[in-house]
């Protein structure tokens, strides 16, 4: 009896202390599609209004009817879509050399990406943008998406690295005994078992990418050359203290995230823990 009350009291702090840090994280994002919701008179209320029962869609309407709104928002899912497709090609090419290939160099080189991703990007934006602007590409998406795709690609190829090293080696070999070269052994039995990974980094760089702001601050000054983090930084200075166009503004700033995150989770949990296990 002892033993199972025990039990049971060992299982009950964790599960309570999860609920509190849910409850402390779910808050505000509810808090703040709630408030995108409520009319006017129910956001500048003395008494908060915990459930919008009138709701109303008219700070929706105000948010994406702002200046360049679907200008910028095309420009984040340009930037970020081709920045995170091109970090999973290169990464996985360099996770399969670094992983089934063995030349001189190759500690050096995986030592170089653990440096980088341990790097703070903010701490190089002034040598990036005398860089951009030297080029003659400032207020231009080819550095965004270059620079982008450089800050996920470490973070990409060590995990998929961790992927490709869990596959074995002896169904590749299998593969070309049979017939097939590297390449199609690569895109035939190794490619597929891919998948957990290939999600979860692409999970990773698609927030990574889609959140940036100081860069695209600096680089891009023009009003339609920007994107959605620096369209929702200027929101409040264009509508002033509109605290539901506001709130509506950051609402359709994180759906498409929270999205992703809810279809992916499971496989993307999944993969990173798989990543970790060998390589």
């Known amino acids: 009896m002892k033993r199972a009350v025990s039990a049971t009291a060992g299982r009950l702090w964790p599960n309570a202390t999860a609920l509190v840090l849910a409850a402390g994280f779910v808050f505000p994002v509810y808090w703040m599609f709630s408030t995108a919701f409520k009319p006017t008179r129910d956001i500048v209320t003395d008494e908060p209004v915990w459930f919008p029962f009138h709701g109303t869609a008219e700070h929706f309407a105000t948010a994406v009817h702002a200046p360049h709104f679907w200008t910028l928002a095309a420009n984040s ?3 970020t879509v081709l920045a995170v497709g091109l970090s999973l090609v290169i990464a996985l090419c360099g996770a399969f050399a670094l992983t089934r290939m063995r030349f001189r160099g190759r500690r050096g080189i995986l030592l170089t990406f653990m440096i980088a991703q341990m790097a703070p990007w903010e701490v190089m934006v002034i040598s990036i943008y005398l860089i951009v602007r030297d080029a003659d590409l400032l207020n231009s998406l080819a550095p965004l998406t270059c620079f982008y795709m450089l800050m996920v690609l470490p973070f990409t190829l060590l995990t998929l690295r961790g992927h490709v090293a869990a596959v074995p080696r002896e169904l590749e070999e299998s593969a070309m005994v049979d017939g097939c070269s590297r390449r199609q052994a690569f895109r035939k039995v190794v490619f597929p078992l891919l998948a957990p990974g290939l999600m979860a980094t692409s999970l990773f760089g698609f927030i990574t990418a889609w959140n940036e702001f100081p860069l695209v ?4 000054k023009e ?14 200075s264009q509508f002033g203290d509109d605290w539901g166009a506001t709130m509506a503004a950051a609402s359709i700033f994180a759906v498409p995230v929270l999205v992703l995150f809810l279809v992916l989770q499971r496989k993307a949990v999944g993969g990173l823990t798989s990543g970790a296990v060998k390589g």
Do not use: E, I, R
């Not at 601050?217 to 891009?220: D, K």
């Open 77 to 79: 899912v340009l930037v």
């Open 217 to 220: 601050l600096v680089l891009n």
């Open 223 to 236: 009003p339609a050359m920007g994107t959605l983090p620096l369209w929702l930084s200027q929101f409040q």
